[in-house]
T-cell receptor, first 114, second 115 residues
Framework: AQKVTQAQTEISVVEKEDVTLDCVYETRDTTYYLFWYKQPPSGELVFLIRRNSFDEQNEISGRYSWNFQKSTSSFNFTITASQVVDSAVYFCALSEVTGNQFYFGTGTSLTVIP | EAGVTQSPTHLIKTRGQQATLRCSPISGHTSVYWYQQALGLGLQFLLWYDEGEERNRGNFPPRFSGRQFPNYSSELNVNALELEDSALYLC??????????????FGPGTRLTVT
């Protein structure tokens, strides 16, 4: 079974629309970390956010916001007023304290149409 | 501050050959990770090195191996190359202590093509 599931393979939105990228994870650890990374067309992954399992506070950074819900094992990412520069592949990732493993989802390719 | 660097950018090999990929982490980072990014499969965790030791490896055959040098740079070796090894190989680094809790910083990758 996939440890990190990003069910949306591709999303297209028109510029200025809001878009939410879904991430569902699976773990038995009580201590774990969740991450979002962005991979623009240039190819290099860029870190966006880290969240530990004990901090369910939602976070907002400019046009980006993250909704962490342990009850549904989800860590969703919303871009408000999307821009063309947001076009990229976005990866959700999980790291577990036990097992020293890192799991990435298969990514969601976001295209923002001008 | 210099980011994670990888060499070469592109590598073309024939089936059965060996490939060696190199990675230099960000200064101060002791953990180095290797991932394989094949088309449609996302990032698959390959190997994790910290302080010169292999800490964990993903679900890959033993012909994928590597090492970490005293200066924390790392090398990934792929022996007996197969066509399905064609992929983008990404290296990442992070702080070492409690590495699982830290974000990783990625290099630009090495595109390996096996013909």
């Amino acid at each position: 079974a996939q440890k990190v599931t990003q069910a949306q393979t591709e999303i297209s939105v028109v510029e200025k629309e809001d878009v939410t990228l879904d991430c569902v994870y699976e773990t038995r650890d009580t201590t774990y970390y969740l991450f979002w990374y962005k991979q623009p067309p240039s190819g290099e992954l860029v870190f966006l956010i880290r969240r530990n399992s004990f901090d369910e506070q939602n976070e907002i950074s400019g046009r980006y916001s993250w909704n962490f819900q342990k009850s549904t094992s989800s860590f969703n990412f919303t871009i408000t007023a999307s821009q063309v520069v947001d076009s990229a592949v976005y990866f959700c990732a999980l790291s577990e304290v036990t097992g020293n493993q890192f799991y990435f989802g298969t990514g969601t390719s976001l295209t923002v149409i001008p | 501050e210099a980011g994670v660097t990888q060499s070469p950018t592109h590598l073309i090999k024939t089936r059965g050959q060996q490939a060696t990929l190199r990675c230099s982490p960000i200064s101060g980072h002791t953990s180095v990770y290797w991932y394989q990014q094949a088309l449609g499969l996302g990032l698959q965790f390959l190997l994790w090195y910290d302080e010169g030791e292999e800490r964990n490896r993903g679900n890959f055959p033993p012909r994928f191996s590597g090492r970490q040098f005293p200066n924390y740079s790392s090398e990934l070796n792929v022996n007996a190359l197969e066509l399905e090894d064609s992929a983008l190989y990404l290296c990442a680094s992070s702080l070492g202590q409690g590495a699982f809790s830290y974000e990783q910083y990625f290099g630009p990758g090495t595109r390996l093509t096996v013909t």
